[in-house]
C-alpha cells in the first residue's frame, strides 16, 4: 500500500538566500556562466561542467556528504518543472523515485527537492550501486540523501517488504531520501506493480523557463537583459528554442550570451557555436576531410587535445600518421602512380588557417601559462562548434571499428613525459569505455594497468576515473580496483591507489579510503612505488574541502597501526605540511586547524588530530627529515604571516610536552632560531630538560 499522503502539498516559498548564506558561514564562491569551459562539457542538467579532478573542477559528490557549494549552485538560476510540488508531496513518505533521461536536469532538481523538503545543506550522497533493502542511515545529522543514477537491477532487486524497511530507517532519522534512475519499462512496472509507488517523471521544464532563469540570476536588471538580447540575431532565441534544447544545453546558450554581453565573441556569431548541432555536423565533418590524411590526423587530433597549444596538436597529428602507417590513407599510395602529386615535402603546401578551417577549427588569443620555474604562451587550438570534437569521436567510436581501434592503439602510445597530454589521454580512454558495450568495455585500460611503466599506471587510473562516471561502469571499476587492491603485481596496486585520486575516489571519498588502506596494508612487501601512489592518492583527497576531515581521522588511524600504514601517512602528513608552507589555503587550514579551541572531555581536552599527525610524522624515522624542514620553512614564512606565527607557538606549546625523538630534534632547532615564533617555548623546555638530567641520574 502506498504511504504517501493523500492531502494537498503547500508550495514552498522561494529561497532565502540571505539566510541560507548565514547558515553556511557567509556567501559562496559565484559560479561564471560565461567561463565556463563548453568543450569538457558532459550531458547533465540545468548545472553543466565537466568533473576533471586533474584540471581541479569540482567532482560531483556520488558518497558521502555534498558540498553546500553544489547544492547552491543547483539552486541558482533553477527554473522549478512542472512536477516539483508533486515531489515535495511524495517527500513526506520518505523516499522519491525520480525517473527520467539523462540530461533532463534531474540532479539539479534532486538536489533542489532535497533542500526545500529538509530546510537545511546536510545533504549526503549514496552509490548507485547500493543494496537498498540493507541500507541504514551512516550519518545522524543528514535530513537528505540522494542516489544519483541508481541501477536498474538494484531497483528491480528491491522488494516492498525492503521498501517499508528502508522508509522506516529513514523515519527513525527524520531524513528523506530521492532515488534518481532511468526511465525504462522495466524500472516503471516494477515500481507500479511489485512496490505499489508512482514514480515521478523528470520531464526538463521548458526551455524558455530554463532561461528566464538563467538570464535572470546572470543579469539582474530587467533593462541589462533587454539590451543583451536586443544584439542578438533577429529570430535566433524563437528558433533555437523550438529546437526542444536540454537544459544543459540552454545553459550553454546562456554562456554564450554573456560572451556576446562581455564583447569576447560577435552577436552574429552565436550560432556557430552552439553545440545543438554537433552530433549530425559530425559525420559530414569527417566525409569532408576522408580524402585527406592530414586533414583527418589534424581534426582527431584536435578532438583528443582541444585546447592545447595548435604546436602540440600539430605534433600529436603527425604522430597519429606514424601509428597510422597508411591506415588513414584512402587509398594505397600506389594507386596514384600514374597521377602526378604534390611534393609533400614542399614547405608552402597550405597555411594553418587553411588546414585548421578544413576541419572547422581554428586558433584562440595568446594565453599566459604560469609553471613552477617560468612563464610561457600558448596559442590554444579549438572547434568553432562546442563539443564538437566529442560529437566526431562518439561518431568514430560508434560507426568506424578499425577507426576506433587505431585511435586506442595512438592515444595509448602518448609519452609519458608529457604529463597533462597523458592525462588528456587516458580520460579520452574513460569516454571510450563509456561508449563502449559488452564485458570488455574495460579491457583498454586494463592492458594500461598491467603494464611495468608507471606512465601506463597513471594513464590507466585517469581513464578508469572517467569511466567512473558511468554509473553501471562504476561497479566494474570498483570490482577491479577491489581485487587490485589485494594482488601481488605493484602495477595492479599503483593503478588502484592512482585511480583513487581521480574523480572516482573524490566522488567516493570513504571507499577510496578503504581501497587505499587495503592497498597498502595488504602486502608488506616495502614497495616504494606502491606508497608514493597512495600517498598521492592521500593528498589529492585532501585537497578537497568537503573530504579533510575524514582523511585526517583515517591518518590517525593509520598512524596507530604501525609497519607501510605508519610510513604512508607520516610522509602525507610531511608533504601536505610542506605544501602548505607556500600554499595559502592549505596554510590557513593547518594554521586554523592548531588553533582550535580543543573539544574538553571527561578526563583532559583533545588535541587537534593535525596536532597528533604531525608529531607521529616528526618521530618517524622515514619522515622525519621532511617534516623537519617543512616546520622550520613554516618559521621562516611566519615572519609576515602573524596568523601562522601563532600556529608556530601553539604547536611548540603542545609538543613541549613529547620532548622526546623527533621533537627533541626539532626543539634543538627551534631553539637556535632565537626570536622566531616557536624559539622562546622550545628554549624553555630545553632548559627544563636539562635541568632535570642531574636528578633523573641521581635516581
Not at 585527406?292 to 597519429?320: G, I, K, M, Q
Not at 554509473?471 to 580496483?481: G, Y
Not at 592512482?498 to 608488506?524: I, K, M, N, Q, Y
Not at 604501525?562 to 596554510?587: H, N, Y
Request: hydrophobic share 45%; proline share 6%.
Amino acid at each position: 500500500m502506498n504511504a504517501e499522503p493523500s492531502g494537498p502539498a503547500q508550495p514552498a516559498p522561494p529561497p532565502d538566500f540571505g539566510q541560507i548564506f548565514g547558515e553556511m558561514g557567509g556567501p559562496p564562491v559565484i559560479w561564471n556562466y560565461g567561463l565556463v569551459s563548453i568543450a569538457g562539457t558532459v550531458d547533465g542538467g540545468q548545472h553543466m561542467g565537466a568533473p576533471v579532478a586533474a584540471r581541479g573542477e569540482t567532482v560531483e559528490s556520488r558518497e558521502g556528504d555534498i558540498a553546500g557549494e553544489q547544492t547552491l549552485a543547483a539552486m541558482s538560476g533553477f527554473a522549478e518543472p512542472s512536477w516539483f510540488t508533486e515531489a515535495l508531496q511524495k517527500a513526506h513518505s520518505r523516499v522519491v523515485f525520480l525517473v527520467g533521461a539523462p540530461g533532463s536536469g534531474r540532479r539539479t532538481a534532486a538536489l533542489n527537492l532535497l533542500r526545500r523538503h529538509t530546510g537545511g545543506f546536510a545533504l549526503r550522497a549514496v552509490d548507485s550501486d547500493v543494496e537498498l533493502a540493507a541500507w541504514t542511515p551512516d550519518s545522524t545529522d543528514t535530513r537528505g540523501y540522494l542516489i544519483d543514477g541508481l541501477l536498474e537491477s538494484r531497483i528491480l532487486a528491491l522488494g516492498s517488504i525492503g521498501l517499508a524497511n528502508l522508509r522506516q530507517q529513514l523515519d527513525r532519522a527524520d531524513a528523506c531520501m530521492v532515488i534518481v534512475t532511468d526511465s525504462t519499462p522495466q524500472v516503471l512496472a516494477h515500481l507500479r506493480d511489485v512496490l505499489h509507488t508512482e514514480p515521478v517523471s523528470a520531464v526538463p521544464p521548458a526551455p524558455r523557463a530554463v532561461l528566464d532563469a538563467k538570464l535572470a540570476t546572470v543579469f539582474p536588471g530587467s533593462e541589462r537583459q533587454r539590451s543583451v538580447l536586443a544584439a542578438l540575431p533577429a529570430g535566433f532565441l524563437e528558433e533555437t528554442l523550438q529546437r526542444d534544447p536540454r537544459p544543459s544545453e540552454v545553459v550553454e546558450i546562456v554562456s554564450e550570451i554573456i560572451r556576446v554581453a562581455d564583447g569576447e565573441t560577435e552577436a552574429a556569431d552565436i550560432g556557430r557555436h552552439l553545440s545543438l548541432h554537433a552530433e549530425e555536423r559530425a559525420p559530414q565533418l569527417l566525409r569532408s576531410v576522408r580524402d585527406s590524411a592530414d586533414d583527418l590526423a589534424l581534426l582527431l587530433a584536435t578532438c583528443v587535445f582541444e585546447h592545447f597549444d595548435h604546436t602540440v596538436v600539430e605534433e600529436e597529428a603527425r604522430r597519429l600518421l606514424d601509428v597510422a602507417g597508411g591506415r588513414l590513407d584512402v587509398a594505397p599510395p600506389e594507386a596514384d602512380a600514374g597521377r602526378p602529386a604534390e611534393n609533400p615535402a614542399f614547405v608552402f603546401l597550405r597555411s594553418r588557417k587553411e588546414r585548421l578551417a578544413a576541419i572547422e577549427a581554428d586558433r584562440g588569443p595568446r594565453e599566459v601559462r604560469v609553471a613552477s620555474t617560468h612563464s610561457y604562451v600558448t596559442v590554444p587550438v579549438s572547434f568553432t562548434r562546442h563539443l564538437q570534437g566529442r560529437a566526431v569521436l562518439h561518431d568514430v567510436w560508434r560507426e568506424h571499428r578499425d577507426a576506433g581501434e587505431l585511435l586506442v592503439e595512438w592515444i595509448r602510445q602518448t609519452p609519458a613525459a608529457h604529463r597533462a597530454r597523458a592525462d588528456r589521454a587516458g580520460f579520452i580512454l574513460g569516454q571510450f569505455a563509456q561508449w563502449s558495450s559488452g564485458h570488455r568495455a574495460l579491457a583498454p585500460i586494463e592492458e594500461l594497468a598491467a603494464s611495468d611503466r608507471p606512465g601506463d599506471w597513471r594513464m590507466a587510473a585517469r581513464a578508469f576515473g572517467a569511466a567512473s562516471a558511468d554509473p553501471v561502469l562504476a561497479t566494474a571499476v570498483k570490482n577491479r580496483l577491489r581485487g587490485w587492491a589485494r594482488a601481488a603485481t605493484v602495477s595492479y596496486r599503483c593503478t588502484a591507489a592512482l585511480t583513487c585520486a581521480t574523480e572516482f575516489g573524490l566522488a567516493r571519498p570513504e571507499a577510496a579510503l578503504s581501497l587505499l588502506h587495503t592497498t597498502v596494508v595488504s602486502r608488506d612487501d616495502g614497495s616504494t612505488a606502491v606508497e608514493s601512489a597512495v600517498r598521492r592518492a592521500l593528498l589529492s583527497l585532501f585537497a578537497e574541502n568537503t573530504v579533510r576531515p575524514r582523511v585526517i581521522d583515517a591518518l590517525v588511524q593509520w598512524t596507530s597501526e604501525g609497519g607501510a600504514a605508519r610510513r604512508t601517512a607520516c610522509a602525507a602528513v610531511a608533504q601536505s605540511l610542506r605544501g602548505a608552507a607556500s600554499a595559502r589555503e592549505a596554510g590557513e587550514w593547518w594554521s586554523g586547524h592548531l588553533l582550535a579551541r580543543p573539544s574538553a572531555s571527561a578526563s583532559s581536552p583533545a588535541e587537534p588530530p593535525g596536532l597528533v599527525l604531525i608529531r607521529h610524522a616528526l618521530m618517524e624515522r622515514t619522515t622525519y627529515d621532511a617534516t623537519r624542514a617543512a616546520l622550520l620553512e613554516w618559521q621562516r614564512r611566519s615572519a609576515g604571516d602573524p596568523r601562522r606565527a601563532q600556529a608556530l607557538e601553539h604547536l611548540a606549546d603542545r609538543l613541549a610536552s613529547h620532548l622526546h625523538g623527533g621533537v627533541f630534534r626539532l626543539f634543538t632547532d627551534l631553539e637556535r632560531t632565537a626570536s622566531a615564533p616557536g624559539a622562546e617555548r622550545a628554549a624553555r623546555a630545553l632548559a627544563e630538560w636539562r635541568k632535570d638530567i642531574p636528578q633523573k641520574g641521581r635516581a
